[in-house]
């Protein structure tokens, strides 16, 4: 168990330094100067050498990616060309609105697949499974930017009963903080809900047709009670894996989702630093987001063993 | 294993508390107002980050100039009275306004117009800075009174004194400027939230007029449907500039709202690589220029919105006339210079920044080139970083397409070394006369350059971009037009 986790904490250790090089290099490569960008149409010649020596854009690639990496080890993420400001503090800001968006969006998915993909799997013979299956093809074919905007058109602009768009944090007002997250919570967590349907509904049907189910209703219990009570547990550990690997796409899907509802988050931070060249910014919002969908899948692998006891002896 | 999972959930919640940010909340109320813009300044410091953005929020609203650019396109008096300008047109006096005082109580002297103006030449690091070269010493005259000397007659200066290198700080409030702005205007900076809003409030302690609106949060929304949408449902009061032309019919036909149209300085320009072949050769600029449908070009790619120019004036600057029929819409002549140039097939790289009015317009102009023989390859560049590496600085273009937002920029016709490759001894002397001569005579000699450079096709001025603002009907005094460096919430009623 210890050697277990020993090997996972040593993967993600080598894959932030691999991520953490892939990004640099490729931020080297891509046309445009931070520099340039920073000072706009006017710059002089003169002035773009004094604000590249400023920024340290002089110094060779290693030398830059060494003295950018010892300071993210220290919790240092420099200083943004743009801005000028600490780039931690700022990353920390951001991250939290997207774990709530996130989060909730997360909530939004599991709320609508357990249910839904159960009822489509008891009744996988009958109207109302193949109309939860169709339902949910639709919801995997829809992308959740257009999902938002649809939600927006109906609930925003022509209703007026949620804000269009905007953040206020939780300690400003837990009722202003909930219905902004509505909206953008809902149109992430549509889609991804759709797609957890149909692993649920496999999941569950696979439980199904297990003898121990079997067992369940010939001693007496009704299909639904028998499938609370016995098949729950092991319909979840294929589900929990999926959700696992549905967090990486919902933190993308976070990235557009916050674009579209106006939301400080580490996504539309991203866009911004991007198009201004502010390289370090770039640098350390992709080495968080690398970093917390790996502890993502370390948290998956520990919910394994909670949830199929099983396994605790087969590690 | 359950003491290894609540860690973990105990580590997100950390995370996630970071996000209480360092804001106040902001109450709303019949005397405040929230404004949508689609760019965000990067900070509050505009005399160390370039960019319109942060001039935009602060300038005539956080700081003050001794004069400024009315929505006319007028120099008015600011901090300053009145003004005298010597017979030699050197000298400046400048009459200060009494009581006035920065956000942090220090009294508004003639020594703070000292210490503003020279602080551009040593603490500035951004190019505008050198606006201030050609003043040569201040002077305090009396507290009430300053005296600026300037090295040679220039025109030019006053006028930039309206933009953000006017604007009067003082010696006790440029500590942290990134942060904590101290001028004389009428707001001051309450609190912001990164990636999403400033809140400026009254400055209750303001020497003139104080502003109708307590309270007025900035709102930074980047994509245009959804600032768009923040307006439709009640989210923000007044859309500073609509730049989706498309939608501004929703809002026209809604009776909730007003819409104003007026102009701005964005010129968008189809530009040429004058210092290269064969854009060295005016007949083949001026067929380009022949071949180009202008107001159709206008109605196809920004429905319509704009004013088609024929020079690098926009209607607000005291030397604007209408030369947009000079070239008119004429594809036979423009075959037949081409052909007299020695070039019938003709093939160029149109280099446009990947802005929408940019590649909606770069279509219309290579449909049109195509029917005069001229075949156009479109090659969409990330703007800013992208084409201001190529395009800009390294000159790798034959054409291209984007829009110059600063006021008065028909100077850059007088730098051959500017991205144009424009070199016309007799434009320099022109700009040269206007700069130094009385405002009459600077009318006459800006109106001779803006002829020429139209004679030269030095480049194809498109349309100029309209300013749009859209705002609930409750809301008054907004300007239509977009002249100055700010967006002035002053005049707001």
């Known amino acids: 168990m210890a050697l277990a986790i020993l090997r996972r904490v040593a993967i993600l250790v080598i894959s932030v330094l691999v991520a953490s090089i892939v990004v640099f290099a490729f931020l080297a490569v891509l046309p445009g100067d931070p520099a340039q960008v920073a000072l706009g149409i006017n710059a002089t010649p003169e002035l773009l050498a004094r604000t590249r020596a400023d920024f340290g854009l002089d110094r060779p690639l290693v030398e830059q990616y060494l003295s950018w990496m010892g300071g993210v080890l220290h919790g240092d993420f420099g200083r943004s060309y743009v801005t000028g400001e600490a780039i931690g503090p700022q990353l920390a800001d951001r991250l939290g609105v997207t774990l709530w968006l996130v989060g909730a969006g997360m909530l939004v998915a599991v709320v609508l697949a357990v249910p839904f993909g159960a009822l489509a799997a008891m009744w996988h013979r009958r109207f109302g499974g193949t109309a939860i299956s169709g339902l949910s093809q639709l919801g995997v074919a829809v992308p959740a930017f257009l999902a938002g905007i649809l939600l927006v058109q109906v609930f925003a602009v022509q209703l007026r009963w949620l804000p269009s768009g905007g953040w206020t944090p939780p300690d400003q007002g837990a009722g202003e903080f909930l219905r902004g997250l509505i909206l953008p919570a809902l149109s992430l967590g549509i889609v991804q809900g759709a797609v957890l349907t149909r692993y649920v509904r496999s999941a569950v049907l696979d439980t199904l047709g297990q003898d121990y189910l079997r067992t369940a209703r010939s001693k007496g219990l009704r299909p639904y009670p028998a499938l609370m009570r016995h098949g729950m547990r092991n319909s979840a550990v294929p589900v929990v894996t999926v959700l696992g690997l549905q967090l990486a796409t919902l933190l993308i899907g976070a990235v557009v989702v916050e674009r579209v509802f106006v939301l400080p988050g580490l996504g539309s931070m991203l866009l911004d630093s991007v198009s201004a060249r502010d390289l370090l910014s770039v640098q350390g919002i992709v080495l968080v987001l690398v970093v917390a969908v790996l502890v993502v899948n370390f948290v998956v692998d520990l919910l394994y063993v909670v949830i199929d006891p099983r396994l605790r002896t087969a590690r | 294993m359950k003491v290894r999972i609540s860690a973990a959930l105990a580590l997100l919640l950390v995370i996630s508390a970071c996000s209480a940010g360092s804001t106040a909340s902001v109450s709303s109320g019949p005397d405040t107002l929230s404004v949508g813009f689609t760019a965000e300044p990067a900070n509050f410091d505009f005399t160390r980050t370039d960019g319109s953005a942060i001039p935009q929020a602060l300038l005539y609203n956080v700081y003050e100039g001794l004069v400024k650019l009315d929505p006319g396109g007028k120099i008015v008096p600011l901090l300053a009275k009145s003004w005298t300008v010597s017979e030699d047109r050197r000298t400046y006096d400048f009459q200060l306004q009494p009581g006035v005082r920065f956000s942090n109580g220090a009294p508004f002297t003639a020594a703070d117009v000292k210490f503003s103006i020279d602080r551009v030449k040593t603490g500035w690091t951004i190019s505008i800075k050198s606006k201030m070269d050609v003043v040569d010493h201040v002077e305090v005259v009396d507290p009430l009174h300053a005296r600026v000397v300037l090295t040679k007659p220039s025109n030019g200066w006053l006028f930039d004194m309206t933009g953000r290198v006017g604007a009067m700080f003082s010696p006790t409030g440029v500590a942290d400027l990134a942060n904590t702005p101290v001028g004389t205007g009428p707001y001051e900076v309450q609190s912001r939230r990164r990636g999403d809003s400033i809140v400026l409030r009254a400055n209750p302690a303001y020497w003139g007029r104080q502003p109708a609106y307590r309270t007025v949060i900035l709102k930074y929304i980047k994509d245009p449907t959804a600032l768009n949408n923040a307006l439709l449902s009640n989210g923000i009061d007044v859309i500073a500039q609509i730049s989706a032309p498309d939608s501004i019919p929703q809002f026209e036909n809604d009776n909730r ?226 002249v100055s460096e700010s967006f002035d919430l002053t005049g707001l009623g």
């Open chain 2, 257 to 482: 709202f007003t819409v104003l149209q007026g102009t701005t300085n964005g010129e968008v320009v189809l530009s040429f690589n004058g210092a290269k072949a064969p854009f060295t050769d005016a007949r083949v600029r001026r067929a380009l220029t022949l071949a180009v449908d202008r107001k159709a070009l206008l109605d196809t790619a920004w429905a319509g919105r704009g004013t088609v120019l024929g020079s690098m004036v926009p209607p607000t600057d005291p030397w604007y006339e209408d030369l947009s029929g000079y070239y008119p819409h004429d594809p036979a002549r423009a075959r037949a210079l081409l052909a007299e140039a020695g070039q019938p097939n003709l093939s160029i790289r149109l280099r446009v920044a990947n802005l929408p009015y940019a590649t909606a317009a770069a279509q219309v102009v290579a449909s049109d080139l195509a029917d005069v023989g001229v075949h156009v390859t479109i090659e969409p560049l990330d703007f800013p970083a992208v084409w201001l590496k190529q395009v800009f600085t390294d000159h790798d273009f034959d054409a291209s397409i984007v829009q110059h937002v600063e006021a008065r920029d028909i100077t850059t016709f007088g730098n051959p070394k500017y991205y144009w490759g424009y070199d016309n001894p007799q434009v320099r002397q022109l700009l040269a006369a206007a700069d130094a001569g009385t405002p009459a005579e600077q009318v006459a000699d800006m109106r001779q350059v803006a002829r020429t450079i139209t004679a030269d096709a030095a480049a194809d001025w498109l349309f100029l971009y309209p300013n749009v603002v859209v705002a609930k009907k409750k809301v008054t005094g907004l300007a239509a037009n977009q």
